[in-house]
């Protein structure tokens, strides 16, 4: 199985910045895309952005210009450099990758993270 921790959640005024890391661990034979999704209060699940294995991005049309993802391949992390917060952007932000844990699993797994609170707030 694989296991997904984020870190770097918190507290934040309009205009500041946060920076979300995610570490994968377990049983993974290989990665595929890895990505950020995020639940505002009383709303649906959303994707914020997410890069492949071969680092192409796509991002949320409400955090381009000032979200940005990147990954370290070597130990399965992603990172989501958020600027610019806006009260809008307070939600609990989820990791999520596409994983094979083993090579016999030929269709790769999804896997979630718990989740870390933004908020943002004067």
């Known amino acids: 199985q694989v296991q997904l921790v984020e870190s770097g959640g918190g507290l934040v005024q309009p205009g500041g910045s946060l920076r979300l890391s995610c570490a994968a661990s377990?049983?993974?034979?290989?990665?595929?895309?890895m990505g950020w999704y995020r639940q505002p209060p009383g709303k649906q699940r959303e994707l914020v952005a997410v890069?492949?294995?071969?680092?192409?991005?796509n991002y949320a049309e409400s955090v381009k210009g000032r979200f940005s993802i990147s990954r370290d391949g070597a130990k399965n992390t992603v990172f989501l450099q958020m600027n610019n917060l806006k009260p809008e952007d307070t939600a609990v932000y989820y990791c999520?990758?596409?994983?094979?844990?083993?090579?016999?699993?030929?269709?790769?797994?999804?896997?979630w993270g718990q989740g870390t609170q933004v908020t943002v707030s004067s």
């Open positions: 377990g049983s993974i034979f290989s990665m595929s895309a």
């Open positions: 999520n990758c596409n994983a094979r844990p083993r090579p016999s699993t030929l269709v790769p797994l999804n896997y």
């Open positions: 890069i492949s294995s071969g680092g192409s991005t």
